[in-house]
């Protein structure tokens, strides 16, 4: 008896709920104060276990001699709770195993040099469709790199419909890429000599010294951070 409740134990009953079940099904139907007395138990302590059994649906009671009189349901009854127990854990497994990717997701970090390098993000962030590109620190430079080429390529990210926002320095308010007519503009006294470009998940910072290169990020945290910070820029910049 007592091997038979340690495996009903395993099987998910605790405290006294195995002893309990395993006395209603030897007994019968059993007034809970009786119950209480044939196992020993304090009589409140033995109504809690047998609560705990019905709600379980291992249980149930009848009305005999103006009394309730508690027997047990089918052991089958058992496979219930695993059944349950398995499906609430196959609902919920993507979610967990989303997490765990986004956890275990590392950086990708790139270096893109000279003209090849912007023309690489370039054709990045065209093939990403992003839904909003976001980009502090504007300088411009990209067009007088790219000369011929960019004033194309704004003109496909409205084919794309990609809708953007840009924050650059007051200086530059007349500038072509200031007048892009899917992207808000605001703007900030100072410059950096640097721009940063969020789009998807990805992080790319544009340096434009005598070589221009790129450093590309691929990382969903990373990426949410940067634009967290964008988003307080974006709140103290003018229009």
């Not at 998910?12 to 020993?40: F, H, Q, T, W």
């Amino acid at each position: 008896m007592v091997e038979l409740t340690k495996k009903l134990e395993e099987a998910g009953l605790c405290g006294k709920e195995a002893v309990v079940y395993v006395a209603l099904l030897k007994e019968g139907p059993i007034s809970g104060g009786d119950l209480a007395k044939r196992l020993g138990m304090d009589r409140t302590h033995t109504y809690n276990v047998l609560s705990n059994l019905v709600n379980k649906g291992l249980a149930g009671h009848i009305v005999f001699e103006n009394k309730r009189h508690f027997q047990a349901a089918s052991p089958n009854n058992l496979l219930n709770q695993i059944q349950q127990k398995e499906q609430v854990i196959k609902t919920t497994l993507p979610e967990l195993i989303k997490l765990e990717k986004i956890q275990s997701q590392p950086a990708i970090v790139q270096v893109l040099e000279g003209k090849p390098g912007l023309r690489t993000l370039i054709r990045r962030l065209l093939e990403s469709k992003s839904k909003e590109i976001v980009v502090y620190g504007g300088t411009g430079k990209s067009y007088d790199v790219l000369k011929y080429e960019m004033p194309h390529v704004a003109k496909k990210t409205e084919l794309l419909k990609m809708k953007g926002r840009i924050i650059t320095g007051e200086k530059l308010r007349e500038h072509p890429f200031t007048k892009l007519p899917n992207f808000t503009m605001k703007y900030v006294e100072e410059l950096t000599p640097s721009s940063t470009l969020i789009f998807d998940n990805n992080v790319s910072i544009q340096v434009f010294d005598e070589k221009p290169f790129v450093i590309l990020i691929e990382n969903k945290s990373v990426a949410e951070s940067y634009r967290k910070y964008f988003e307080y820029l974006w709140k103290t910049a003018k229009k």
